[in-house]
């Protein structure tokens, strides 16, 4: 069984620029997060999906970032315009519901590196 | 903020149990603690989880206090490919109704050959 996907696995823009990154979560997993490491700093919480709609964005840092789950499959977080305090690493989990804590196990892909310059 | 207290930094011989240790006083009675590793530039892998009775599977084993308001983590027979940063995380629920996961600074463990 295939894992959380993420692409690209390196991105590397300039300041102002759009970037979109995707998210294909595991087969089934109706649940799917997107956290952010900057740097130096820990793993953050941006949001969560429940199929195709948000079930919690707080973590969204301002409305540079969109992020869409459309048909409830993969997702897009796009960064449109790219600030350089932007840079770190994306990740992407999936997991098969929210309730339950067995089936409430995140599985991460291996991220995104964004370095916007 | 996250709810739990780790080292920063601890080291294990190869072969030897890694015992990881983590506080987490204020855990509410239905919350559960999670263990994540994330081995270099890689993302976070999925341990084990518990709510109050000690749990073993095929990585490691979870003991949880009968207070639950600490547990251990433990590796029985560390390996280099082990070593890792080890997060313990008290999965809560937010005011949205989703069980992000909060990770702190987590443990930094090197196994030594």
């Known amino acids: 069984e295939a894992g959380v996907t993420q692409f690209p696995s390196h991105s590397v823009i300039e300041k102002g620029q759009t970037v979109t990154l995707r998210c294909d979560p595991i087969?089934?997993?109706?649940?799917l997060y997107w956290y952010r490491r900057v740097m130096g700093k820990e793993i953050k919480f941006l949001l969560h999906?429940?199929?195709?709609?948000?079930?919690?964005e707080s973590g969204m840092p301002n409305n540079r970032f969109l992020a869409e789950r459309t048909g409830g499959t993969y997702s897009t977080l796009k960064v449109q315009p790219a600030e350089l305090e932007d840079s770190g690493v994306y990740f992407c989990?999936?997991?098969?519901?929210?309730?339950?804590?067995?089936?409430?196990?995140?599985?991460f892909g291996a991220g995104t590196r964004l370095s916007v310059l | 903020d996250a709810k739990t207290t780790q080292p920063t930094s601890m080291d294990c011989a190869e072969g030897r149990a890694a015992n990881l240790p983590c506080n987490h006083s204020t855990i509410s009675g239905n919350e559960y603690v999670y263990w994540y590793r994330q081995i270099h530039s890689q993302g976070p892998q999925y341990i084990i989880h518990?709510?109050?009775n000690n749990e073993t599977n095929e990585m490691a084993s979870l003991i949880i206090t009968e207070d639950r308001k600490s547990s251990t983590l433990i590796l029985p027979h560390a390996t280099l490919r082990d070593t890792a940063v080890y997060y313990c995380?008290?999965?809560?629920?937010?005011?949205?109704?989703?069980?992000?996961?909060?990770f702190g600074k987590g443990t930094k463990l090197s196994v030594i050959p």
């Open positions: 989990a999936s997991s098969q519901v929210s309730g339950s804590a067995a089936k409430n196990i995140q599985y």
């Open positions: 995380i008290v999965r809560v629920r937010s005011g949205a109704g989703s069980y992000q996961l909060t």
């Open positions: 999906f429940v199929k195709e709609s948000k079930q919690d």
């Open positions: 518990g709510l109050k």
């Open positions: 087969s089934g997993h109706d649940n």
